[in-house]
């Protein structure tokens, strides 16, 4: 059973950084469809980055050009390296993966597969 473990967020000042990391509990390849998701309170769980079915990644417009998502495939761990943090970027952030498609989603819902969530706070 795939379990996946994030780790890597914490506290910030605004301008700062921090790389998530996300792998399965048993150290094994889990999809080509994974991608990271953030939950703020109130608010609904939305797409931060990902990568699509041919190997390119996509990003969310508040976070390109500042957020790089990355895998290292012989270490079964994907990476979300986020540069200039803003208090806006604040929520809990989830890695996920789709095992059920070939074609990689940008609907929440085609992500079977959850971690328990890392949070990831920035200060003004």
């Known amino acids: 059973q795939v379990v996946l473990l994030e780790s890597g967020g914490g506290s910030v000042q605004a301008g700062g950084s921090l790389r998530l990391s996300c792998r399965d509990a048993g150290n094994r390849y889990v999809s080509s469809c994974m991608g990271w998701f953030r939950q703020a309170p109130g608010q609904e769980r939305e797409g931060v980055a990902r990568?699509?079915?041919?190997?390119?990644?996509t990003y969310a417009d508040s976070v390109k050009g500042r957020f790089t998502i990355s895998r290292d495939n012989a270490r079964s761990t994907l990476y979300l390296q986020m540069n200039s943090l803003k208090p806006e970027d604040t929520a809990m952030y989830y890695c996920?993966?789709?095992?059920?498609?070939?074609?990689?989603?940008?609907?929440?819902?085609?992500?079977?597969?959850w971690g328990q969530g890392t949070q990831v706070t920035v200060s003004s």
């Open positions: 996920a993966a789709d095992t059920a498609h070939l074609i990689c989603s940008e609907d929440v819902q085609r992500y079977n597969i």
């Open positions: 990568f699509q079915s041919d190997g390119t990644t």
